[in-house]
């Protein structure tokens, strides 16, 4: 079953700290796997998107890594600001069909202290 | 900025009335999609479309209907809403065969009393 499992669950860090989000998937055949942020009570924003030859890519502050053999992603966040509160969700896209299938994973909420 | 845009953004709704939702994109992509999403919970793709003419139903059962008479527009009709819809609607769209250009508009919250 094609599944994405993110941790922690939620996360709370003070301002200026950095911190690491967990992206597991057994979604196959692999297509990309992107990290998305969304604000509370609002459409999710990519902030990556990487394909199965990139193991790292990076955003501003935000950069993800893939380990396409071990089926792992991680999102690390680089001097937070309290901006990033919000819920950071790992989806994957499988291959297997046209309509290039995303699957979502239920997201890590973040919560920036000052 | 996204140019993907929904309205309303927030509605409250009695049992049993009709409603429908607004989707619109000004990017002419032809693929466009309906998710639902609860609290805390991921994403579920309810509804999609190819083009014009062309509608699915996703993987999450739901009660909804949508149609899509022009590239541009892909609206969601609940016939007689039930407090089970309350939830949030998040509308799609997508460039076929690169996964760049998949843009979320801000969404409807849809709650039935």
């Known amino acids: 079953k094609n599944q994405v499992e993110q941790s922690p669950q939620s996360l709370i860090i003070l301002e200026g700290k950095n911190c690491t989000l967990q992206c597991n998937y057994t979604v196959s055949p692999f297509s990309n796997l992107r990290w998305y942020k969304q604000d509370t009570g609002r459409g999710p924003v990519s902030l990556t998107i990487m394909t199965f030859s990139e193991n790292t890519k990076s955003n501003g502050r935000y950069t993800a890594t893939l380990d396409a053999d071990t089926k792992q992603s991680s999102l690390h966040i680089t001097a937070s600001q309290l901006s990033d509160s919000a819920s950071y969700i790992c989806?994957?896209?499988?291959?297997?069909?046209?309509?290039?299938?995303?699957?979502f994973g239920r997201g890590t909420q973040l919560t920036v202290w000052p | 900025e996204a140019d993907i845009y929904q309205t309303p953004r927030y509605l409250v709704i009695g049992t049993g009335k009709k409603i429908t939702l607004e989707c619109s994109q000004t990017m002419g992509h032809d693929k466009m999609y309906w998710y639902q999403q609860d609290p805390g919970m991921e994403l579920h793709l309810i509804h999609y479309s190819y083009g014009v003419n062309s509608t699915e139903k996703g993987d999450l059962s739901s009660e909804s209907t949508v149609s899509r008479i022009r590239t541009e527009h892909f609206p969601l009709t609940l016939e007689s809403a039930r407090p089970s819809h309350t939830s949030q609607y998040l509308c799609?769209?997508?460039?076929?065969?690169?996964?760049?250009?998949?843009?979320f508009g801000s969404g409807t919250r849809l709650t039935v009393v």
């Open positions: 989806v994957v896209s499988d291959r297997g069909s046209t309509l290039g299938r995303l699957y």
């Open positions: 799609a769209s997508s460039v076929p065969g690169t996964p760049y250009g998949y843009t």
